[in-house]
Structures are given as structure tokens and as C-alpha cells.
């Protein structure tokens, strides 16, 4: 299901080569958006306010996309956390001029901050829009600024970012493994969203690792891909949910 | 029967001289001027600087002034202070980048394409063409910097040898567009001096003061030997040629901006000559006005006459018409295929809020096409300017409509929005517009605004013929 | 060796023009010596003149073979100097290194006949040179330069020809 296309496998370090991939269970979603909250804290992002949000200028990673179907009386809700899908065909990554956005061999789409100018071109070109923008300079009203993540840098004005799928976390892990001299086992990463959700609906790990969880959900009858005939071969495997009543 | 040629009379004509027709008379090149006629009346236009003129100069800076505060203060404080948002990542600043790229176009057509076709009623609008051209690429070659939200890095765009050991990505259209657009503003620059020299030689000769330093250095010592001048025809010939593929790739590459994304309703392939021929429409429109304004205000009736102003109506007739089926050929595909986002797309321009914008761009766009018909409405100048005008503001809109109308909606609904501009953003735009209008004023005081040997050249060309009991113009086939 | 003399004489006509030139060639003053200066460009051979040769074409091709090696080093080579992958697409694709090909080709053409031409022309020239005003006007300037000894016949030539204000030429700073 998640298959990879890596254009960096001939040139990659082999023990480089992984395609990380994360699983979204509709039918656990219960669209509470902790996975928000806590992508927040972990990745240093700045608040935009009620005022910047009427004007559509939120700043969430991941977001808890609800869709509402049906009529009174019977109206559902549906809950679809969305975030960057690190797609491995990525209309985003070819259109920035300086490179600020790439492919890394272990299949995550990478933004570098410090090389981003701003032409805001991968925001256009990308088809689920998950790439946010640092409108002004960020503002962490006392005491919000003491809990900054120190892994993380905090962006300038101007910057394009996204979910990364925590890369600072996947880079600790594989520093914390090779200086333990042990492989990295499936579970041992999880990005802050994965970590907090309360029912576990996400769930992370190595699709190049067919015993991994990850993979294995991945392969199976409920999963499909987000707009997937628009060809961007993501990273994010959904599978369908049940009835979700408020 | 006496052949009536021309060329060999600079003075006065002689007493054999046929009545000629109202129509012959009314003809630039067939016109009984000496050359030092038309020399002091190219010349005169240059110093009249009276009140109107600085008035106007006063209040183009003073909106420029507001422009560049505006944007200082979008570089100070972010790009929130415009009114772009997500989904509408481009907003107000790209649509006018893309009509300036377009406005540029219209010179090219009138300066290489006529020379090259020998149509000889480009002489007279030559210059005024290729400097709207140049000013119109200075202007839209801003933006590019403008809309940066870390415009101070804006270098890094550049190809050069850095530690970082980067080079800048060649597949992004935005690369492309940098290149092809410094190509095309050089291209342009460069073609519009090239034919400026011997008329600068001219004004050196007949000026003093200042502007005979101006001249002087400018003129680059040029005194019309006859190398020169078959080294420059040689030289304009080559760049009617080379520019020709250049301004086509120009508008090209920038509707790829759009194209290569799979945003729907940009992801067209008719995007390319769909955006150069409406370059070349709304181009040659914005020709038409100004040109009508400068016969006005400059005292230029002598020079541009009712023959120029049919030749040009007619080609903005072929560009609409053309522009016209473009459009169609994008939209039928579209309307006919029915998917979901392009449907709510069409019906969002079509009847929904962006209603009152598109059928503002379908009103002034193609009803100018069907009044330009008329040969009457064609030579009468005023007719002619509320046309071009609104042909202007009914491609603005288009523009605005492609960049900001698609961006509004997408593959998943819970994104879309909506856009509006800032002052900001309406002040730094006011501001390029004042910038061009500021840059063509100084232009056409400073510079000769009709190509005076151009001019003389065509006089040359053309004679009296008789055919039977006509009497016709008959242009010469010479280089 | 005769010492030359140079004159200067405005003709209103082409033909006159065209016809003294010849009597000129015909006394025996060399062609490379006559210098004809017009406000408007005369047609190639409307004077009986020889087109000269340029080196234009060639410069303009060596401009454009540069300028697509540059563009082919920036479009091809330099994805290759730093490997990053990108939406999928390998290092170099067809067409943007096509389009960049292409523009910086055009690039260097523009500039290499526009510096060309200049350099043609020995441009900007400020110095001071032989010249009349009045070429502007609609007159043809015809500067000779020839031995001392054919001065009466250069002069009477002229004469026959309608030339007006003969005269020895004062190199004036343009």
C-alpha cells in the first residue's frame, strides 16, 4: 500500500534508508485536538489569535478538519486530522526557488527554516494546504515563552513551516540507539501528536518495516490515501472510520 | 507620366505638384516637412514643463512616497500586514506582477515584430512602445521582492559560488521567471537605447546646457557615417529577432507559475499562450491610451495620426479576438469535464461572489472587441482611450480572478477562504502604477519621444506612384 | 610622402552625393578616405558605396554559444554539485533545464550584439572629430581626406557637384 518512491536510493547511506509513515484511524479520531495542542508545545509554534484565525491565518501543523453531513436530525460529524503528508511525489518541494524544502532518504519531506524566503510557493502548489505561514513575528505572551521546546528553533516572520513529523524526535532516537550501540525499535519514535492522543488513533513507525505497527495497518482493507489520484504518493495511510455522533 | 518620387526632395515641393487626395494628406510619410520641420518639432514637446506637468509629478511622488512606507512597513512588521491568508497564499501583488509582465509585451510587438514585417505605421509609436516595455518590467520586476516575506535574502535566488555550497533550484518557475524577465528588461533596455542613439546625436545637435551633456555622453560620439548606421540596422535587426522568442517565453514562463502546480483550474495547458496573447491584448491596449494621452498633452497630433491609431485598433481587434478563443478553449474543457472543485470554481466566477469582478472582465474585455470593428471608432481618439481603458481593467480583473478566484477554493473544503487586500497592499500597487506613469512623464521629457530617423527613413521609403488616374503611396523596398 | 589635406561639404541631395563620390574615386582620392555622414540612413548602395564587413554576426554567435554553456552548467551541472531531491523528479528534468538552456542563451545574445556593436563602432568616442550639425537637418556631410596636391581639383569637383560650405573641418567635441 505505502509504496515508496525513493530517487535517492542510489546515493543514500543504506542505513539511512527508512520511509517514515504514519497511520490515522478515523474510527478512533474523536476530533478532541489534542494531537494540535500538543504539536504546538512540542514545535515551538506561534499563536495566531482569534483575529488572525477569522481571517484564515491559523497556524496548526496538524489540524482537525470537520466536516458536517446530513440534516437535523440526523447530522453527523466527521473528523479528519490532517497534516503534512510528506508525499514522495510532492508538488511543493520542486516549486521553491532556494531549495528550501527536499526529500530526505528516510522519505520525509524536509523544511529547512533558516533557508526559506518567503515566496509562499509550496503553500499554493500544495494540494491538502497544510503548509503554514509566519505572517508576523512570533509572540509568546508570559509565561508561554518558558516552555519552549529547545530542539526546536523559533521561526522569523516570513517562514514557511510544517509538520515534520517531529524530526527532532526521530533524529534523538536514532542518536540515542547508535550511542547505545542497538537498532531503533518500532514504537520508540513517536512525534508529539502520536504521543497524546488519547485514543490512539495515530500511530507511527517505519513502512520499510513490514512487522512494523505502522505497516501493518497500512496494509490493511480500511486504509486509503488522501486525495490519492492527484499522484503525490503520500506518507500518511487513513483508515476509514465508522459512525462518529456527537 | 513624371514620376513623383520623393526621396530626392527634403525642401519644398515643386509646382507639378498634383492635388492630393484628403486621405494622401493625412499621411504621416507622405507629409511636406523639411527634416529640421520635424527635428524642432519632436524637440519642443521635450521643454514644455509648465505647471500641469509639475503638478502631476508632484503628486506621483506623493504616492510613491505612501508606496514605499507601506511596504518599509510590510518588511518591518511581516506580511500579515497585507491580506493574503491560507488558502490564498498570492494575492493582489501577484496579479498586478502579471499585468505588468503583460503590459510589456505590447512593445516588443510594435517595435520588433512590425520592423520585421515592414509595417512602416510602427515608426512614429516605436520608442513610446519600448519604453513602456522597459518601465513595465521595472515595475513588474519588483514584485518578485515585494511579496517576499524575508525579501533581505532575496539574494539567494541568485546563481553564485557561496560557502553554503548551494545553488539556487532551476525547476522552480519562480527561477524561471527571475531569469527570463532580467533577460526580456535587459532585451528591451537595451533595444529601446540602440535606436535612441542617432536621435540623442540629434538632440545633442540642436540643445544646450545640461541636456547637450546628457546627449553628448549618451550619444556616444555617433555622427551618422554610413558605417554606423549599417552596423546599427544591422544590429536592430538582429535584436528584432532574438527579442521575438524572448517576449513570447516571458509570459509563457510566468503562466507556468500556475501551470505546473496541480491547483485546479491552473493545471491548464492553454495557460501559456493564453496568458501571452492576453499579454499582447492588454499590452497593446495600454499602447493605445497612453499614446492618446501623450498626442494630447505633448502636441504630438503631427506625429500620431488617425492611419496609426486604425493600424493599432485593428491589432488589438486580433489580440481580443484572440484572447477570446483562448479563454474559451480553457473554460469549454473545464465547464464540460464537471469535477467537483472545478465546477465549484466556475460557479463561484460565474454566479457567486466573485460574480461582479468576472463579469466586470467579460464586459470590458469583449465588448471593446466588438466596437473596434468600426473604423470610426478606431480613428477617433477618444473613443479609442475609454476602449483601451477599460480593456486594462477588464484584464487587471482577469488577472486577479486567475491568481486570487483559484486559489480561494481546493481539493478539501475545510480550506477554503477568501481574500481581501490591505492598504498596504493597495498603496505598494498605487505605487508601481505611479512609479511607471512618474518614469514615462520624465521619459518624454527628457528623451525624443518620436523616433525623428525613423521617421526620416520612411520618407525615404515612400513616394507618389501614379496607376492610371490614381495616385498611390507606394512604400520602396528597401532594407 | 604628400601631406593630406581634409575637407568637408554638405550636398542636399543623395544623387549629387553618390555622383561626387565617384568623380572623387575617379581623381584618384581612395575610397577608405571618404566618410559620408547623413541624418537618415541611406539605402546600401544608394551611394555607390561597398557595404562594409562586420564581425557583428560572429560576435553574436560566440555570445550565444557562451550563453548556453552557461546555461547548460546551471541547469545541468550544478544539481549535481548538491544533491537534493525534489517532489519525486530526477536531478535534472527536460524541461527546465530546456527553458533555462534557452534564456540564458537569448541573454547572452542580447548583450553580445548590443557590446558588439559598440565595440564596432569604437563607442562612446568622445573625443573631438570631424562633424557638421547640420546632418541633421537633412544635409549629407562629405568628409574627404586626400594628398595635398589634388586640393584644387577635390574643390572644384565638390563645386560641380552643388556641394555647399566647403571647408576645412575644425574637430569639434561631439
Redesign the interface.
Known amino acids: 500500500m505505502a509504496k515508496a518512491a525513493k530517487p535517492y536510493a542510489d546515493h543514500a547511506d543504506p542505513d539511512q534508508l527508512r520511509r517514515w509513515g504514519m497511520v490515522v484511524d478515523l474510527d478512533r479520531c474523536t476530533g478532541c485536538q489534542a494531537c494540535v495542542v500538543a504539536c504546538h508545545a512540542e514545535n515551538n509554534i506561534q499563536i495566531a489569535g482569534e483575529d488572525?484565525a477569522l481571517?484564515?491565518?491559523?497556524l496548526h501543523w496538524i489540524?482537525i478538519?470537520?466536516?458536517w453531513e446530513g440534516e437535523y436530525p440526523n447530522v453527523k460529524a466527521r473528523f479528519m486530522p490532517?497534516l503534512c503528508q510528506q508525499c514522495s511525489a510532492a508538488?511543493c518541494e520542486?516549486?521553491?526557488?532556494?531549495?528550501a524544502t527536499y526529500h530526505t532518504p528516510d522519505g520525509l519531506n524536509a523544511q529547512v527554516y533558516n533557508?526559506?524566503?518567503?515566496?509562499?510557493?509550496c503553500?499554493?502548489?500544495c494540494?491538502?494546504?497544510v503548509?503554514?505561514?509566519?505572517?508576523?513575528?512570533p509572540e509568546f505572551p508570559e509565561p508561554m515563552e518558558q516552555q519552549l521546546n529547545p530542539d526546536v528553533s523559533v521561526r522569523?516572520?516570513?517562514?514557511?513551516e510544517k509538520c515534520s513529523f517531529c524530526i527532532q524526535r526521530i533524529r534523538r532516537a536514532d542518536l540515542d540507539a547508535s550511542l547505545e550501540e542497538r537498532e531503533v525499535e518500532d514504537g520508540d519514535i513517536q512525534p508529539a501528536c502520536v504521543q497524546s492522543c488519547p485514543s490512539s488513533a495515530l500511530i507511527f513507525g517505519n513502512f520499510d518495516d513490514p512487522d512494523s505497527h505502522a505497516a501493518r495497518l497500512a496494509r490493511g482493507n480500511r486504509a486509503f490515501r488522501?486525495?490519492d489520484q492527484?499522484g503525490?504518493d503520500p506518507a500518511v495511510i487513513y483508515l476509514k472510520g465508522g459512525e462518529t455522533n456527537a | 507620366m513624371p514620376d513623383l518620387s520623393r526621396?530626392?526632395e527634403?525642401?519644398s515641393m515643386g509646382s507639378e505638384q498634383p492635388e492630393l487626395s484628403e486621405e494622401l494628406q493625412g499621411r504621416l510619410l507622405l507629409a511636406e516637412r523639411?527634416?529640421?520641420e520635424i527635428?524642432e518639432a519632436v524637440l519642443r514637446p521635450m521643454f514644455q514643463t509648465g505647471l500641469g506637468f509639475w503638478i502631476l509629478i508632484g503628486i506621483l511622488v506623493a504616492i510613491i512616497a505612501l508606496g514605499m512606507f507601506a511596504w518599509g512597513y510590510q518588511i518591518r512588521?511581516?506580511?500579515?500586514t497585507a491580506?493574503?491568508?491560507?488558502?490564498?497564499?498570492?494575492g493582489l501583488y501577484i496579479a498586478t506582477f502579471i499585468f505588468w509582465v503583460g503590459i510589456s509585451h505590447a512593445g516588443t510587438m510594435i517595435s520588433a515584430v512590425l520592423r520585421l514585417l515592414k509595417a512602416d505605421w510602427r515608426r512614429p509609436i516605436t520608442r513610446g512602445a519600448e519604453a513602456m516595455t522597459a518601465f513595465a518590467l521595472l515595475m513588474a520586476a519588483m514584485y518578485?521582492l515585494i511579496?517576499?516575506?524575508?525579501?533581505w535574502?532575496?539574494y539567494?535566488?541568485l546563481?553564485y559560488p557561496n560557502s553554503r555550497?548551494?545553488?539556487?533550484?532551476?525547476?522552480?518557475?519562480?527561477?524561471?521567471d527571475?531569469?527570463?524577465i532580467?533577460?526580456y528588461l535587459?532585451?528591451s533596455m537595451?533595444y529601446l537605447y540602440?535606436a535612441l542613439i542617432?536621435d540623442l546625436?540629434?538632440a545633442?545637435?540642436?540643445t544646450g546646457g545640461w541636456r547637450y551633456k546628457f546627449y553628448?555622453?549618451f550619444?556616444?560620439?555617433?555622427?551618422?557615417?554610413?558605417?554606423?548606421?549599417?552596423?546599427?540596422?544591422?544590429?536592430l535587426r538582429?535584436?528584432s529577432v532574438?527579442?521575438i522568442?524572448?517576449f513570447l517565453?516571458v509570459h509563457s514562463?510566468v503562466s507556468w507559475?500556475f501551470a505546473?502546480?496541480?491547483?485546479p483550474r491552473w493545471h491548464s495547458t492553454i495557460f501559456a499562450p493564453y496568458f501571452v496573447i492576453g499579454a499582447v491584448y492588454s499590452g497593446l491596449s495600454a499602447l493605445a491610451a497612453i499614446l492618446i494621452i501623450v498626442r494630447k498633452t505633448m502636441h504630438l497630433e503631427e506625429f500620431l495620426r488617425s492611419e496609426h491609431f486604425d493600424a493599432l485598433g485593428k491589432l488589438i481587434l486580433v489580440a481580443g479576438l484572440g484572447w477570446f478563443y483562448f479563454w474559451f478553449s480553457g473554460f469549454i474543457v473545464e465547464w464540460y469535464g464537471n469535477e467537483p472543485v472545478v465546477r465549484e470554481l466556475i460557479h463561484d466566477e460565474i454566479t457567486g461572489e466573485l460574480a461582479p469582478l468576472f463579469w466586470l472582465q467579460m464586459v470590458c474585455n469583449v465588448v471593446p472587441i466588438l466596437l473596434l470593428f468600426s473604423k470610426r471608432i478606431r480613428t477617433k481618439p477618444w473613443a479609442l482611450l475609454i476602449l483601451a481603458l477599460a480593456i486594462n481593467v477588464g484584464m487587471f480583473t482577469e488577472r486577479f480572478l486567475i491568481v486570487v478566484g483559484n486559489?480561494q477554493r481546493?481539493?478539501?473544503?475545510?480550506?477554503w477562504?477568501?481574500y481581501k487586500p490591505t492598504w498596504v497592499e493597495i498603496s505598494v500597487v498605487a505605487m508601481t502604477f505611479a512609479g511607471f506613469v512618474l518614469l514615462y512623464a520624465l521619459f518624454s521629457r527628457v528623451i525624443p519621444y518620436v523616433p525623428v530617423?525613423e521617421i526620416?527613413?520612411g520618407r525615404?521609403r515612400y513616394s507618389l506612384r501614379r496607376i492610371g488616374r490614381l495616385l498611390v503611396p507606394t512604400a520602396a523596398e528597401?532594407? | 610622402m604628400d601631406e593630406a589635406t581634409e575637407l568637408i561639404a554638405l550636398f542636399?541631395?543623395?544623387?549629387d552625393t553618390a555622383d561626387a563620390i565617384d568623380a572623387l574615386l575617379a581623381a584618384g582620392v581612395s575610397s577608405d578616405q571618404i566618410?559620408?555622414?547623413?541624418?537618415?540612413?541611406?539605402?546600401?548602395g544608394?551611394?555607390g558605396?561597398h557595404?562594409?564587413w562586420?564581425r557583428?554576426?560572429y560576435i553574436?554567435i560566440a555570445g550565444a554559444l557562451g550563453g548556453m554553456l552557461f546555461g547548460l552548467f546551471?541547469?545541468v551541472i550544478?544539481?549535481h554539485?548538491?544533491r537534493?531531491d525534489?517532489?519525486g523528479?530526477p536531478p535534472v528534468?527536460f524541461p527546465?533545464?530546456a527553458?533555462?538552456i534557452?534564456?540564458?542563451t537569448?541573454?547572452a545574445?542580447?548583450?553580445s550584439?548590443?557590446l558588439?556593436?559598440?565595440w564596432?563602432?569604437n563607442?562612446?568616442?568622445?573625443?573631438p572629430?570631424a562633424?557638421d550639425?547640420r546632418?541633421?537637418?537633412?544635409d549629407l556631410a562629405v568628409l574627404v581626406e586626400f594628398p595635398d596636391d589634388l586640393t584644387d581639383k577635390v574643390h572644384k569637383l565638390l563645386e560641380r557637384y552643388g556641394a555647399r560650405d566647403i571647408r576645412t573641418p575644425e574637430p569639434e567635441?561631439?
Open positions: 488572525e481571517i484564515g491565518r491559523t489540524r478538519e470537520r466536516y490532517v508538488p520542486p516549486v521553491c526557488p532556494v531549495f533557508r526559506c524566503i518567503g515566496t509562499r510557493y503553500g499554493s502548489a494540494p491538502y494546504k503548509r503554514v505561514y509566519n505572517w508576523f513575528a522569523q516572520r516570513g517562514i514557511i488522501l486525495l492527484l503525490t | 526621396s530626392e527634403s525642401a523639411t527634416d529640421k527635428n512588521w511581516g506580511m500579515g491580506g493574503i491568508n491560507q488558502p490564498v497564499y498570492w518578485p511579496h517576499l516575506g524575508r525579501v535574502k532575496f539567494w535566488m546563481p555550497l548551494m545553488w539556487p533550484n532551476f525547476q522552480s518557475p519562480l527561477m524561471w527571475m531569469v527570463a532580467f533577460t535587459i532585451g537595451l540602440l542617432p546625436a540629434m545633442r545637435d540642436h553628448r555622453i550619444g556616444l560620439g555617433w555622427r551618422g557615417t554610413e558605417g554606423e548606421w549599417h552596423k546599427l540596422g544591422q544590429a538582429i535584436f532574438i527579442i522568442p524572448v517565453s514562463i507559475d505546473v502546480t496541480i491547483q486559489l481546493n481539493y478539501l473544503p475545510f480550506n477562504g477568501e530617423w526620416k527613413e525615404l528597401i532594407e | 542636399r541631395k543623395p544623387a566618410v559620408v555622414m547623413s541624418g537618415v540612413p541611406y539605402p546600401e544608394a551611394l558605396r557595404v562594409e562586420t557583428l554576426p553574436v546551471l541547469a550544478t544539481p554539485l548538491y537534493l525534489v517532489g523528479h528534468g527546465p533545464a527553458i533555462i534557452f534564456v540564458f537569448m541573454m545574445t542580447i548583450i550584439t548590443f558588439g556593436v559598440l564596432e563602432m563607442f562612446p568616442e568622445f573625443g572629430k562633424y550639425k546632418v541633421t537637418d537633412g567635441t561631439l
